[in-house]
């Protein structure tokens, strides 16, 4: 660990160096088993897309040191000097509050996620600057889930170093979030579908989103804005629901061998 007495400059780019590592590490990690399991259940999904996927993993790396940066800083506030909300005596909060955290954290990511992509959306300008990097992976793949221009980056990057000074979490329960929204960024651009079909059309299933919901917005571009949950889709009207390729390539997948 970085001695407390560290000049406050050198202590904040080490950490942001550290967490910069830790980042795109998990992002090697996450999207390297889940590029591993679609080499081996879908076959050539990915022929051809050496070039797109090789400049997803370029913005990624850039949008890895622009999540890092806060989030190592936030974290070096915290252990030295005790600022944020942030805690790890388990019996600080009733144990209830646990889960509830991970919920709230969840559902603040989505809402932001929702609204600040619909506006990239809503302008052309806007979109142009800061989203068609996004949108350049067609289709998507494991390797998009962090294939952001810098400028959606920040917004994205900035939300939980915030909450964290508002809204009490244990590191572990900030780790669940974390771990969540890694995978499920994954997942959702995989071009595939990796829940059953079952669960995507149960009643819980159709509040949440997962790769076939996400994969229409990178058809469509002008619906499916969220990120986790399907709520703001729903009471905005924006929601059309699943991507009939991966929906039906579901159900042709179900075809013996
Ligand atoms: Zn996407
Ligand atoms: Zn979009």
Not at 16 to 28: E, G, H, I, Q
Not at 80 to 106: C, E, F, K, N, Q
Not at 159 to 168: E, M
Not at 180 to 192: F, S
Request: glycine share 6%.
């Amino acid at each position: 660990m970085i001695p407390a007495d560290t000049p406050i400059w050198l202590a904040f780019l080490l950490v942001s160096a550290a967490m910069t590592v830790m980042v795109a590490l998990r992002y090697f990690l996450a999207s390297g088993l889940f590029a591993w399991a679609t080499a081996r259940l879908r076959p050539g999904l990915y022929a051809g897309l050496s070039g797109q996927i090789s400049k997803e993993i370029r913005w990624s790396l850039i949008a890895a040191f622009i999540y890092g940066a806060p989030a190592g800083i936030v974290f070096w506030l915290w252990r030295h000097h005790g600022y944020s909300l942030l805690y790890s005596d388990w019996t600080a909060y009733p144990l209830w509050y646990l889960p509830l955290s991970v919920l709230i954290y969840l559902f603040a990511q989505d809402s932001w996620f929702y609204w600040s992509h619909r506006a990239m959306h809503a302008s052309t300008r806007l979109f142009r600057l800061a989203h068609s990097v996004h949108h350049e992976s067609r289709p998507p793949t494991v390797w998009t889930a962090m294939s952001f221009h810098p400028l959606e980056a920040v917004s994205g990057a900035l939300l939980i170093p915030l909450l964290v000074f508002f809204i009490p979490i244990h590191l572990a329960m900030l780790g669940a979030v974390l771990t969540a929204a890694t995978i499920m960024g994954v997942v959702n651009h995989m071009g595939w579908e990796v829940f059953p079909r079952r669960f995507v059309h149960s009643a819980f299933g159709r509040w949440m989103i997962t790769a076939s919901h996400h994969e229409r917005h990178h058809e469509e571009y002008r619906c499916n804005f969220g990120l986790y949950f399907r709520f703001w889709d729903r009471v905005c009207g924006t929601d059309r629901g699943l991507s009939q390729r991966l929906d039906q390539s579901r159900q042709h997948s179900k075809a013996p061998g």
